[in-house]
C-alpha cells in the first residue's frame, strides 16, 4: 500500500513509518519538524514533505493518493495553555486529514490519548465518561468527537483512534523534558543523580513500550469491519508506580540510587491510569508484550538507546 504518515519524524511516528517501510509499503512521511527530529528518520528511504497539515489548502493532497493514514500529528506539550494553538493544530489539523482520507478512500488510524480520562478512577475504561484536566486532553476528546461525526456524514473506510497510555522506547531521546519518565530518570541515574519524583513515588502509571504501539497500530490497519469511528486503549493493561521504575532502572543500569522525592507542583497531572485492554484484545486482537516493566526497561536498556 501507500501509506501517509503525519508527524512522521516524531517518536511514534518514525518507528510506524520504518514498521510500514520494512513490512514492504511505500510510506509517505509529512511532518513540520517543530518537535519531529531528522536523526529519527535517517533510516527512512521514502519522501518526506516538511510541513504542517494545516498548510494545505482544502482541496489540495500533500501527495498523490494513499490508501491508509496514520495520523500522529499533534502538539504533544500538555503544558501549553494556549487554547486557539493546541485546538488549532490539534483539531484543525485532523480536520484536513479527514478530508484527505474522504478523496481517498483511506482508512485512518489516529494518535487519541489516554489523557481525556483526566483522573477517573482506573481501570480506564472506553465507556468511561471522558473527564480531561488540560486542553491537550480536550484537544483529543473533541478530535474523537469529530471523528465520530465524520464517520456519520461521509461513507468511507474505518477511522480508528488508539487512546495511547506513557508510551517509552527507543526513539523519544529527541522530546527533552517530554520523553518519558522512563527516558528521562535514566539520563539523571547514568550522570549519578538522584532520580526525582514526585513524593511519596506511589503515582500509578500505564507505561506502554514503543513495540506495542507499533503492533496496535498495524493491528488497526488490517482488522476487518471495526466500529465506525472506533476508539481503542493502547497500553500494558497493569499500573506501575514511580518507585517501581526507579526500581527497574536501578536493576538495568546497576546502580543503586534512592529516588529524590519532591512535592507535585502541576494540578492536572494523573494519579492512577491503567488501561482497560478488553475491547483492544477482542477486536483489534491486541496482546502487549511487555506487561512487566521490569522487562520492559531491560529490553529498552538492551537496545542501546536508553
Known amino acids: 500500500m501507500r501509506i501517509l504518515v503525519t508527524g512522521g519524524a516524531g ?9 510500514l517501510e520494512n513490512d514492504g509499503h511505500q510510506v509517505v512521511v509529512l511532518d513540520n519538524f517543530s518537535s519531529g527530529s531528522f536523526p529519527n528518520l535517517i533510516d527512512f528511504h521514502g519522501d518526506v514533505i516538511a510541513a504542517d497539515c494545516n498548510a494545505f489548502a482544502a482541496d489540495d493532497d500533500p501527495c498523490p493518493r494513499c490508501d491508509a493514514i496514520f495520523h500522529e500529528a499533534s502538539i504533544t506539550d500538555t503544558t501549553v495553555t494556549d487554547q486557539l494553538k493546541m485546538m488549532r493544530n490539534n483539531v484543525e489539523g485532523f480536520r484536513r486529514v479527514l478530508h484527505w482520507a474522504a478523496r481517498w478512500n483511506a482508512r485512518v488510524i489516529w494518535a487519541s490519548s489516554a489523557s481525556v480520562y483526566g483522573n477517573l478512577p482506573a481501570p ?14 480536550y484537544s483529543k476528546l473533541a478530535m474523537e468527537r469529530l471523528a465520530h461525526l465524520w464517520a456519520q456524514e461521509h461513507t468511507m473506510r474505518p477511522i480508528i483512534g488508539l487512546r495511547y497510555f506513557n508510551v517509552y522506547g527507543s526513539g523519544e531521546a529527541h522530546k ?12 539523571q541515574m547514568k550522570s549519578g543523580k538522584r532520580p526525582r519524583i514526585f513524593t511519596a513515588g506511589e503515582q500509578k502509571r500505564d507505561f506502554v513500550s514503543i513495540e506495542d504501539v507499533i503492533q496496535a497500530n498495524l493491528l488497526a490497519l488490517h482488522v476487518d ?19 517501581q521504575v526507579v526500581a527497574g532502572l536501578n536493576a538495568a543500569l546497576g546502580t543503586s540510587l534512592a529516588p529524590d522525592y519532591f512535592e ?14 478488553s475491547d483492544s484484545q477482542k477486536i483489534l486482537g491486541y496482546a502487549p508484550k511487555y506487561t512487566d516493566i521490569i522487562a520492559g526497561i531491560r529490553a529498552y536498556h538492551e537496545s542501546g538507546r536508553l
Not at 517518536?11 to 514498521?19: D, E, R, V
Not at 527533552?176 to 539520563?187: E, H, P, R, T, V
Open 11 to 19: 517518536f511514534i511516528g518514525s518507528n510506524l513509518a520504518k514498521k
Open 124 to 137: 480506564n475504561k472506553i465507556s468511561d465518561k471522558p473527564n480531561p484536566l488540560n486542553v491537550y486532553g
Open 176 to 187: 527533552g523534558k517530554f520523553a518519558s519518565m522512563i527516558y528521562q530518570l535514566a539520563q
Open 225 to 243: 469491519h471495526p466500529p465506525d469511528a472506533a476508539v481503542f486503549n493502547v497500553g500494558c493493561g497493569r499500573p506501575h508506580s514511580f518507585n
Open 264 to 277: 507535585n507542583p502541576y494540578s492536572f497531572t494523573q494519579d492512577h491510569t491503567e488501561a482497560d485492554l
